[in-house]
Every structure is written in structure tokens, then in C-alpha cells.
């Protein structure tokens, strides 16, 4: 029988508001973890489990209140009490964050910031605390540690700054670690390479692990239990074979569904709508008073592709790869050498008025709806800036327009006069393209739209971005690092690496038949 670590009972959380009335968040939640446990929390952005794993170790904003009760070993404790949560919050307890760039301290190397983490618990001499902290580094498997020792965090890749602060969790060797959404911001292959470094961590550092994460397919093989949270309260839990097995609820159900069953939009034509040849761009190096050049950075290598009408491109790659400097430059936002060509009629325009019409055809959808949105503008304000700015229609035909590119994203009227802020990851995303659409045009870039949403909100934005495709004849160029996405929405695949395409294909080929070696290894990394 397995030693009880940790169990909250009837946690609730609340948002405490002005006139003295609150919101409950989470609604008396029930969660155990044993000894040497893997437990996952899943659920979608807003379900309360973030909420939940803060408030173990009082680290919730001051707005926001818990109760309940806790019990760690055999300690019971307040839920409510913050003093007595500060005994285990980075001695008993680590946790890690979901976003390390914002977690960690820009101003200092990563080697004082994971001292600190040892000295804030215990005293040890300064020529030692080096060495266990470089020792640390070596655990999370952070290469060349003696080097890295004296970097910044932006000095560092994503995946690299997660194992640091994997390294600050371990540095007081806690019986627990909280992992919070730790691989949503990595590329696949990055993601395995985290989630395996973990599972090893379990076993050399005889820890209990809490991971949090709204994609329930990567836990499937590393978690002993699951518990699965929505709308604040957890509607199923259970040992993970059984779950998969035979989920009871029928979100669970929606989250086991290991593919979106949609059929993507039929090709009509192979008119080629928009053409790249022979496409490079390079970043200057540092520059400075002593030493007045330095090398480039190529991030696109001579890369020829062309899109057709009607068609989805999906373009795949690591971090690194060349993927966003590919969008923009289509969108001629960057200096760039090579020609791109858009096949459409062109009026006889002066070049400023050329590009304008060019970037009136091609428009983009970013990643993160919400730092894409202007906080300070209405809804209205943010879907008819751009048709309102080029001055072709008036005042009553953008009030048209505008309804019409709501009612085409699914969004209700009355919610024009609302704020970013207002709405959920998946409706943001919804606004964002509709801001795209509302300019009619041809191509629409869409730059990792789905990867900051939860697996079902992915599937509706999925449905979506189809349905609007097939009404509207767009062509999509489709940039993602997961590979199984990629390949449900696109009709043709290109792999990116260092800035070149070094594969290309229908998605059945790429993913069945691929005798490339980076193809295949991002294969086999997007099925965990």
C-alpha cells in the first residue's frame, strides 16, 4: 500500500469583487496523491486546475481566497492559512510554471537564480553551492552546465529554460513536484524530451508528481491516475487505464478522441494563387563599438513553394526552423531576397497602394488571440479597424460587414460593444479571425492558431477554419509544430529545418512513407 503524501479536501476557491459579493471558481474539489505518484489534473483553460495546484502552496493572487483542508503526510492544515503553506512551498513542494521567460528573473544567470532557490532553505558555502548547482543541471540533462552556469535566461531555448526551472524545483530535493502546463510552449520533439526527463526525475529523485496540462493524450502512458476538471469541478477521475478505457462523462469522451474527425475542404482548381522563389532572409548580427561585424543569421535558405487556390499548405518545423520568418515575409512585413508573387488581376496602383492591396489579400491569424487583441478596443472597433482603414467602403457597409464576419466566426451580435478580456481563448481566436476575414481575402496565414487551446476548442476552431474555407474558396498556409494537426486540415505538407524545406508531400505520405530522418523523427515525437 502506497504512503499518503498529500490530499485537499473540499477545496473551494473564490474571487473576491468590490461590493463584497464572490465567485466561486473551484467548487469543493476532492484530490489525493501517494508517495512515488504520477496524477494528472486535466481540463480546459478556466476549468479552476491551475487554481487548484496554487493554492496547495499559497500562491494565489490576493484577490483570490481558498478553503478547505489539507493534509500533508500526517499534518492536516488550513487551506485558507498562507502561513502554513509557506513551510512547503519550495522545501516539501517545487513547482513549475507554465511560461519559464516570464518565470524567470531576466537580470540574473540561471546559476544565482538556482542558488538562491538552495540558500532561501538552507546555508552552504559558496565554493560548494556552485557545484551543486551545475550538479542540478546535469540532473535536468541541460548541456554543457559548466557554460550555462553564467548565461541569461534569453540566452537560452524554450526547452533549455524549462530544464532550469526544473532544476530550481529540485534544488531543495521536494517529495512533490507541481508541473503546470511545463511542455504547451514546446515544439513536440522538446515536449517528449521534457515529459521523459520528468519520468526519469521520478524515479532517481523518488518523487510524487502533480501535472497539469489540458492535453490528455500526453499523459496517457506516464500517469497512475487521472482526475479530470470543468467548470471548477472534477467530473471524472480514476487509474488512467481505466479512464481511456471507459470514460464516463462525455468531455472525457471528447478528450480521449485521438484524432478530429473532420473532412477537409476538396481541391477545385490548380490555378497556383501565390508563388515563392529562390526566398531568403537574413538577420544581421550583433554589432558594436569594437567589433563592427559579425556573422548573419540565415533564417530561410532559398526555399521555393507555391500555394494554390482553395488549398491548405501546412508547414511544419521545430522552433528555429524558419517557419514564422517564412509568414513574414509572404506578408512583407521583413526584408527578404527572392521573389513572391501573388496571382490575381492587379489594378493599376502606385506601389504604396500595390502593397496595401497585396497585405488586403493576404492576412494573417497569430498564435495568442489575446496578445493580438488590443485590450483598450471593443470588439467592433477590433474587427472593422482594418476595412475602415483602407476607405473603400462607408460608414453602413462596415456595420454590414462587421455583423457578417461575426455571424461567420459563430459570434452573437451583442457582443460588439464587449473587451478582449471578455471571452474565453477559443472566442478570441474566433474574433481574430474573423478581423482577418472581414478583409476578404485570398490567403490567410495562420501561425500556430491553435496551440495555446484546449483540445476541444481546437477541434471547433479546426471545423471552423474548414467550413469558412470551403464558403469562401481561401487558401490556407498552415504553420504548426504538431505534425498530426497539420495533417488533418492540409492538402500538402512541407517540413522546414535550418531555414530549408527538406521534405514535402501529402500528409499520408509524410506520415506513413517519409524516408527522411527529420520527418520521421517528428513522427514518431508527436505520438506519445
Known amino acids: 500500500m502506497r504512503t499518503h503524501l498529500l490530499s485537499l479536501e473540499n477545496l473551494s476557491i473564490y474571487l473576491n469583487r468590490f461590493r463584497g459579493d464572490a465567485k466561486k471558481l473551484v467548487s469543493n474539489i476532492n484530490i489525493s496523491i501517494h508517495r512515488g505518484e504520477f496524477v494528472a489534473l486535466i481540463g480546459e483553460s478556466g476549468s479552476g486546475k491551475s487554481l487548484s495546484a496554487l493554492s496547495t502552496v499559497g500562491l ?256 511544419v518545423g521545430e522552433s528555429g526552423s524558419g517557419k514564422t520568418s517564412l509568414a513574414l515575409s509572404i506578408l512583407k512585413l521583413i526584408d527578404y531576397q527572392g521573389d513572391i508573387k501573388l496571382h490575381l488581376p492587379e489594378p493599376r496602383l502606385r506601389k504604396k497602394e500595390r502593397l496595401k492591396n497585396y497585405r488586403r489579400n493576404v492576412q494573417i491569424v497569430f498564435q495568442d488571440p489575446f496578445s493580438s487583441l488590443s485590450p483598450r478596443l471593443s470588439i467592433r472597433d477590433i474587427v472593422g479597424e482594418g476595412v475602415i482603414s483602407h476607405r473603400i467602403f462607408s460608414k453602413e457597409q462596415v456595420e454590414e460587414k462587421i455583423l457578417l464576419a461575426l455571424s461567420r466566426v459563430d459570434l452573437d451580435k451583442n457582443t460588439l460593444e464587449r473587451y478582449p478580456h471578455e471571452f474565453s481563448g477559443g472566442q478570441r481566436q474566433r474574433i481574430a479571425i474573423a478581423r482577418a476575414i472581414i478583409m476578404e481575402p485570398k490567403l490567410l496565414i495562420l501561425d500556430e492558431p491553435t496551440s495555446s487551446l484546449d483540445a476541444a476548442v481546437q477541434k471547433q476552431i479546426i471545423k471552423l477554419l474548414i467550413d469558412l474555407q470551403k464558403d469562401l474558396n481561401l487558401s490556407y498556409l498552415f504553420i504548426s509544430h504538431d505534425l498530426e494537426l497539420v495533417s488533418t486540415i492540409s492538402h500538402r505538407m512541407v517540413v522546414m529545418k535550418d531555414g530549408m524545406i527538406v521534405d514535402e508531400g501529402t500528409p499520408a505520405r509524410l506520415l506513413r512513407y517519409s524516408k527522411n530522418e527529420y520527418t520521421k523523427r517528428l513522427v514518431e515525437s508527436s505520438i506519445f
Not at 487505464?241 to 469522451?253: C, G, L, N, R, S
Not at 526566398?279 to 548580427?285: A, C, E, T, W
Open 60 to 315: 494565489l493572487p490576493s484577490a483570490i481566497k481558498a478553503s478547505g483542508t489539507g493534509k500533508w503526510l500526517n499534518l492536516n492544515y488550513d487551506l485558507a492559512d498562507n502561513n502554513s503553506l509557506k513551510m512547503f512551498r519550495g522545501k516539501e513542494i517545487g513547482f513549475i510554471f507554465q511560461e519559464p521567460l516570464v518565470s524567470l528573473n531576466p537580470l540574473h544567470t540561471i546559476g544565482k537564480q538556482i542558488g538562491e532557490c538552495i540558500t532561501t532553505h538552507a546555508h552552504i558555502p559558496n565554493a560548494d553551492l556552485k557545484d551543486k548547482v551545475i550538479a542540478l543541471l546535469k540532473d535536468v540533462k541541460l548541456d554543457d552546465p559548466e557554460r550555462r552556469f553564467n548565461h541569461y535566461p534569453h540566452q537560452l531555448s524554450g526547452g533549455q529554460r524549462q530544464r532550469v526551472m526544473i532544476a530550481m524545483a529540485l534544488s531543495n530535493k521536494p517529495k512533490l513536484l507541481i508541473a503546470d502546463e511545463p511542455t504547451t510552449a514546446l515544439d513536440v520533439t522538446i515536449q517528449k524530451e521534457i515529459l521523459d526527463l520528468l519520468h526519469s526525475l521520478r524515479a532517481s529523485y523518488d518523487l510524487s508528481i502533480l501535472f497539469i496540462t489540458h492535453n490528455l493524450k500526453i499523459v496517457k502512458n506516464l500517469a497512475d491516475r487521472l482526475y479530470i476538471m470543468k467548470e471548477g469541478e472534477i467530473i471524472e477521475s480514476g487509474k488512467t487505464e481505466d479512464v481511456f478505457k471507459k470514460p464516463t462523462h462525455a468531455y472525457t469522451k471528447d478528450l480521449i478522441e485521438p484524432k478530429i474527425k473532420i473532412i477537409k475542404s476538396r481541391l477545385n482548381t490548380s490555378k497556383i494563387l501565390l508563388s515563392a522563389e529562390n526566398l531568403s532572409v537574413k538577420y544581421k548580427g550583433p554589432r558594436s563599438l569594437f567589433r563592427s561585424s559579425s556573422k548573419d543569421f540565415c533564417a530561410l535558405n532559398k526555399v521555393f513553394l507555391n500555394i494554390k487556390l482553395g488549398e491548405t499548405l501546412g508547414v
